[in-house]
Structure formats: C-alpha cells, structure tokens
C-alpha cells in the first residue's frame, strides 16, 4: 500500500472519529475523568475502550498526548494491546462457535466442506493482505477475523498478521491524532464526507488497479473475465430475479383473466397444488405403479427418516436382495427441487454417510445408465389422447485431457463450461491440479438437473408419434395428470423413437419448465415464448378442471407448502466433490 493511500486513510479516520455524534475529544476527558489522572489507570481504560471503538481510542489516547496527560509509546502500546486482544477473541469466536452453527440443523447444507476448505485455503494465500487491508476499511474486522476463525486458518499465522497489522496501523493512528490534535479534526470536520468517498474511492480504485494487472498477466483470470460476461450474454445463466419477472408479470395477468392465483393447482388433480411445491415422490411412483407396456418406473424403495438409523439401513438392504438392483444407487429426498439433496452413492459406505446426514424421507432408486431425457406432456380435460410437446435431451458436460493440461486449466479453455467454471471446479476440488492423460474424459457433473451444471438440448428429432403413444398410456393410466414433464432413461436414440425400454426417473406437475429452449440455439424471446405457453397452458387446463368440480389450493395453502418444503430442505446433504479415478470413484456418466 502506497504513502499516499496510508495518509488519506488515516486522515479519513480521524474525520470519521466523531461519527454517531461522538467527539473524540470528548472521548479522551471522558477516559481521563474516569481514570482520575492516574496515568496508568488512564492506560487501562485505552485498552479497555479499543474493544468500543478502535480508531476513536487511538484518535482520543492521540489527543491524550497531545495535551501532556500521556506519553507517545505506553499510549500506542496500551491501544495496541487492547485491539490485538479483541482481534484474537473474534478469530477465537469464530473457531470455537462458527463450525457447530455451520453443522447446525438451520444452516447445514448451505455451505459444503469443499466450500469452506477452498475459502480457508485463499484466506491462508491472500490473508496477509486482507488481515492488513482490513485495517484501512472501517467495518471490515469483524466479519474477516470471524471467517478466518471459521475456517480454521492456521491460529499462529493469523496472531502474527494480526500484530502485524497493529504494529503499522496504532503508531501511525495514536501519532498522528497527537500531532495534528483538536485543530486538524476541526479542520477535517467540514470535509468528513468528502473524505469518507475517498475511503471507499481509493480501494475500488487499488482493486481495479489489481484486477487490470491480473487480467494483463493471467491467462486463467482472463478466461474467468470471459466466462463471467458470458453468463450475462446467455439467458440461460441469468439469475431467477433477473429472468422471471416478466413471467410473474404475465401470470398476474392469467390469474385476473381466469378468476384466481392459483387456479393452474387443479391442473394436476392427482398432484397436491398440481404439483407446484411440496409434492412427495413416492405418491407419484405409487400413481405409477408398474407403469405400462414399454415404459416403467425402476425398483425403488421408501425410506422413512424419523426411523432408526438400522431400520433405514434395513430399507436399503432389502432392495439389494431382490438382486435386480446393484450400485451405484442413487438416494432422494422424498420432496425435493431442482436435484436438491440428490447424490448417486457407489457403495454401502456411501449410502450410510447419506442416511446419517438426512432427517427427511428418502427415495432409493438404481442409478440407470443411458441416455436421459425430459418430456413435456399436455392432455386437456375431455381430450381423449394427450401428446408429448417437447423432448429435452439432458447432457453431463465433460472435458477431454490432451496430457499437458490440469483439469481447471481445461475447465477454463472451454467456451461453455468456463461459464460456469466455479461450479464445476469447486466439485472437482480433489483434482483441479491433476493433469488427465491424453484423451481421458472427465465429468464435471453427475446429475441431469440444469442448475447443476448439466447442459440441455431440444431434442426434437426424437419426437416421434411412437413416443408421444407410449407416453399418453403411460398418464392415462392413473387419473388426475394432464399437465407436466416425465424424466426417463432410455438405453438409446432408436429406443425413445420407438417409445420402449423408457425407465421413468421421476414425474414434475406445474412447475415444470420447458427445458428444451435451454438448448444454447434459442434466445430470449424464444424463452418468455415457452415459459408463457407453459403457464397459459396450466392455467387454461386449471380452470377447465375447475368448471368440472376440482378445488384449488388457496393461496396461503401454497405458502404454507413452500416454507414446509424449505424447512425440510435444510436437512439435504451437499453435493460431495467428484472423486479423482485415482481415488476409485469411477464416475457414472
């Protein structure tokens, strides 16, 4: 950091001292009337006073020595003790308190290990220069000192950088409020403001001023710069408050035009709430049952969670007994979104990790090889023959070692995974810095769910009327499903043209999305298209089902559902790291 930045830091937290309406000179006859003139005593209470207000001790101990009732170095050494105290007790807080709440029913799942092991390892890489840096940005202690005790940094590296930064920070502080005294802070008062922007000017500058260098400098930080901007440039990546709300707008507008919000619930009649949120996996796979001829749900198994953790394990063990189903096997939570708490477990080992970590229902399936696909499916009320509108075909990305690049470096050189080159790598933790051999494919996800990372195609050179039949027999099968998306394997093109040998994953009602413009050929337009016939859809067959005597679910039975289903949810385990072939993970692809 230059002179320059460090003098108008300083200056800035003189000018700040009196902020809320305090003065530090105030401060400073406040200390000394407490301490009754005893200089020692007067010490005390600076030490004490850092653990208030760092800088307006140091500025008011300055001021202390500027009027004679102090000397320069027991001042700095009593408000530098004082700040190294209470920097250490929050990295001690951190440590001591943080992982338990971490490991806590309220925020388990939220943060992988993965996660917390990469952020400890940058803190350990760039700590010397955010432990100082955090000197200089008022409100920034509390939160780093606490992370870095969280993330279990290395106790006696941090003490170190802790009385690093002190050492350059009190003595300059303390001094200068003792040089400048009451006039400077007068003179500073008229311009606190004007000096606050150049608090935070000045580091948004240096970080520009570094992100420029690394840019110059680094290729990978290039590609980041490349894959951050093209998240913005494809929809697909948007955030949800970016993309949606036009889709909200336009379903305020369907639910004045066919008398409710919620009126798309009685689309589905064989769903709770038409299958929007909430709905258990195992009521749809007993609507199911044995499917029909050409189409079919795999062995599965109905894991209760408030029963013992043997009696589960028994659940388990019992579908291995039919010897139809062998690992890997893939564990569900009963109700789940979006592949929340889904993992494909290889071995005996992994399955009890799994049920030890979850408290809610559990879906045992066999992991099914083949290719994956989504269909959209739409039968209106007195249609005797429903049809498949869309084909979604679900790709696991990978990419292929050429035997001179790491796996991030290959990550980054791709133009689609760079995109989401944080994602994919944060799994991939355990083997980032390994070099694949010439021609060996590496998977950077296991589960078709787009959100974690899969890539999706139109599929629409499947749709066949072949495929479109098997499904229609399939929905008519069971009563109360005219509306929604089927995820199935099949083990080739020619079988889903032909509409056999499809094994039905898993069934989505309303809040099914049409998939297939996520294909990187549609554009924007093409998406809000999509998203407005999917909902024109629900609520046009909601309210025919309506007319014929099915009830909707009133609004706050939605809300309530929604914050059930986020209580549960709390308890689905992390997606694990994609293990290395070294480490025997043969992952499915």
Known sequence: MTASVRVLSLALALALAGCAGVDPGRWSESLGTLAGGQPWLLLCFLAAATLLSEDLTCVAGGLLVAEGRLELVPTVVACGAGILVGDLALFAAGRRVGRPLLASRWLRGRVSDAALERAARWLERWGAWVVVATRFVPGSRLPTYLAAGILRTRAWMFALLFALAVA???????????????????????????????????????????????????????????????????????????????????????????????????????????????????????????????????????????????????????????????????????????????????????ARGYLEQVEC????????????????????????????????????????????????????????????????????????????????????????????????????????????????????????????????????????REGWDLVVLDINGVASEPTHVYDPRYGLLDAYRAFFWQWRTAFEIGAENRRRGVRTVPLRGLVAAWRSYRRGARSHPPEPPLPAPEQGGEVPA
């Open 361 to 496: 229902d559990v879906i045992v399936q066999p992991w099914v090889p083949g290719l994956e696909l989504g269909l959209f499916y739409v039968r209106r009320p007195g249609e005797e023959r429903g049809r498949v509108t869309a084909v979604t075909e679900k790709r696991l990305p990978e990419v292929i070692g050429d035997g001179r690049s790491t796996v991030e470096e290959l990550v980054l050189a791709d133009d689609r995974a760079v995109r989401l080159a944080d994602l994919y790598l944060g799994r991939l933790a355990t083997q980032r810095r390994r070099v694949p051999s010439a021609g060996e494919r590496v998977p950077l996800a296991r589960l078709g769910t787009h959100c974690r990372g899969a890539v999706f195609l139109d599929g629409d050179c499947l749709l066949t009327e072949e495929l479109s039949e098997t499904i229609d027999r399939l929905s008519r099968s069971f009563e109360g499903f005219h509306f929604g998306r089927y995820d199935v394997r099949v083990p080739s093109a020619r079988a889903a």
């Open 168 to 350: 350059m920070w009190t003595p300059a502080l303390v001094g200068l409020s003792a040089v400048a005294g009451d006039r400077a802070l007068a003179r500073l008062e008229g311009s606190r403001w004007a000096v606050a922007i150049v608090l935070f000017g000045v580091p948004t500058l240096l970080i520009v001023v570094r992100r420029a260098v690394a840019l110059a400098t680094s290729e990978a930080a290039r590609r980041r710069l490349v894959g951050r901007l093209g998240r913005w440039r494809h929809w697909e990546h948007w955030p949800a408050w970016l993309f949606y709300p036009p889709v909200v707008l336009y379903c305020l507008w369907l639910a004045l035009r066919h008398g409710g919000p919620t009126t798309f619930t009685a689309a589905n009649p064989a769903i709770p709430g038409g299958g929007l949120v909430g709905e258990s996996k195992r009521s749809l796979l007993e609507l199911l049952g044995t499917g029909v001829e050409g189409a079919a749900p795999p062995p599965w198994r109905f894991v209760p969670g408030d029963r013992p953790l043997a009696e589960r394990l028994l659940e388990l063990e019992g579908l291995l007994a039919e010897g139809t189903v062998r690992y890997p096997l893939v564990l569900k939570p009963d109700v789940g979104q979006r592949g929340s708490g889904v993992v494909i477990v290889p071995d005996g080992a992994a």
